[in-house]
């Protein structure tokens, strides 16, 4: 079955633990990308990767890393979080022009 | 940044009725356009895309499109509770290649 997995799928952790939230597809898309959700904000991009070792800022990075070493694999880390870093994030891929598959989804709260 | 703006609703109608669901960009580049779906606590999901101007027809969806006025819509024909759910107007910033930019969203109710 194609798809994009997230792992965790929930996360509670305190300010300052590093942490790594995984995303993985199977449908070898070059594309790659990283969202965050917040009530009343809507979805934001965070980080994308347009191939293995090509990634960019999308409108929030700060705060945020990413790699691609390998192009079914790109993993969010967040070195030391912060409680505004609580949210709902998103991982997805694409191959055609736009045409994004999403993950389900990581509830991270940050105490 | 380029902005896509959607009213957030709630936009409520009846069983059977017809939904419509507006959007605007800013972008005057931009070339496609897309609406997802997503449920409450899902991810969002592709329901229809539009390249050109005028309507777009896919089983109960119809995507319109008007370039010159900088609008998108979604119309939902014989609406059914299963439709409940917000509806994201998600247009790409001319030159980008991949990346997409969101509109908040409208929340559609569709009551029995």
């Known amino acids: 079955e194609a798809q994009v997995t997230q792992n965790p799928r929930y996360l509670i952790t305190v300010t300052g633990k590093k942490l790594t939230v995984t995303c993985s597809q199977n449908?070898?898309?070059?594309?790659m990308s990283w969202y965050r959700q917040d009530p009343g904000l809507g979805l934001r991009q965070i980080y994308y990767?347009?191939?293995?070792?090509?990634?960019d800022k999308g409108d929030v990075p700060e705060g945020y890393k990413v790699s691609r070493k390998e192009k079914r694999n790109f993993p969010l880390i967040l070195e030391s979080p912060s409680p505004n870093q609580t949210s709902l994030y998103f991982c997805?891929?694409?191959?055609?022009?736009?045409?994004?598959?999403f993950g389900p989804g990581t509830r991270l709260t940050v105490l | 940044q380029k902005e896509v703006e959607q009213n957030s609703g709630p936009l409520s109608v009846p069983e059977g009725a017809i939904a419509s669901l507006n959007c605007t960009y800013s972008d005057r580049g931009s070339q496609s356009f897309f609406w997802y779906r997503q449920y409450s606590g899902k991810s969002p999901e592709l329901i229809m895309f539009?390249?050109?101007?005028g309507d777009k027809e896919d089983g109960r969806f119809t995507a319109q499109l008007n370039k010159a006025s900088q609008y998108v819509s979604l119309l939902i024909r014989d609406s059914q509770p299963s439709d409940s759910a917000t509806y994201l107007c998600a247009v790409p910033p001319s030159g980008s290649g991949y990346a997409l930019n969101f509109g908040k969203g409208t929340s559609l109710l569709v009551t029995p």
């Open positions: 997805a891929s694409s191959q055609n022009y736009n045409e994004q598959f």
């Open positions: 990767s347009m191939n293995v070792e090509v990634t």
């Open positions: 539009i390249y050109s101007n």
């Open positions: 449908m070898n898309h070059e594309y």
